[in-house]
T-cell receptor, first 108, second 113 residues
């Protein structure tokens, strides 16, 4: 069974701080790595994709991938209350396996 | 933007009923997927399709079937609804085998009573 594990939450971070979300995966053949944000009662929304080792930055978000360690992370800089949501890590090739999600709360 | 539309936001059905959940995408995506999402269990893949009339089982296909007669439409069928199929059902699509990520529909909250 291919697995994706995320750090257990909930995670609480003060406004303006850096939020760090982590994910490990079991399938070494995985080629595509994604972070989705899901607000309560809504469907997941793609916020970051990464395909090769290293860092990828997009605004306040940075995704990091280390295939040797089978590890993906998401950093959110200057956290805002609107970042409060559940963050899902997804890993795979054509079809994705999702982690259970980490609930993040940004405290004003 | 790609739009994935699920026909119903909320559904209430009785045990034993045959239930159809419809999903339509408007950007000529090859791949379509059905997941269910439950608290503590996350998103689990039920069925997926790489092309018209093509389907493959996911991790939890029991009690479900699918139909893809046209490229833009992927239907999930609950042959005989049971209470343990009460869940949030999410449809998603992606462009092709180069996985650039899924676009999800807004979800259908199904309650079986």
């Amino acid at each position: 069974q291919k697995e994706v594990e995320q750090n257990s939450g909930p995670l609480s971070v003060p406004e303006g701080a850096i939020a760090s979300l982590n994910c490990t995966y079991s399938d070494r053949g995985s080629q595509s790595f994604f972070w989705y944000r899901q607000y309560s009662g809504k469907s997941p929304e793609l916020i970051m994709s990464i395909y090769s080792n290293g860092d990828k930055e997009d605004g306040r978000f940075t995704a990091q991938l280390n295939k040797a360690s089978q590890y993906v992370s998401l950093l959110i800089r200057d956290s805002q209350p609107s970042d409060s949501a559940t963050y899902l890590c997804a890993v795979g090739r054509v079809k994705l396996v999702f982690g259970q999600g980490t609930r993040l709360t940004i405290n004003p | 933007d790609v739009k994935v539309t699920q026909s119903s936001r909320y559904l209430v059905k009785r045990t034993g009923e045959k239930v159809f959940l419809e999903c339509v995408q408007d950007m000529d995506h090859e791949n379509m997927f059905w997941y269910r999402q439950d608290p503590g269990l996350g998103l689990r893949l039920i069925y997926f399709s790489y092309d018209v009339k093509m389907k493959e089982k996911g991790d939890i296909p029991e009690g479900y079937s699918v139909s893809r007669e046209k490229k833009e439409r992927f239907s999930l069928i609950l042959e005989s609804a049971s209470t343990n199929q009460t869940s949030m059902y999410l449809c998603a699509s992606s462009l092709d085998r180069r996985n650039y990520g899924y676009t999800f529909g807004s979800g259908t909250r199904l309650t079986v009573v």
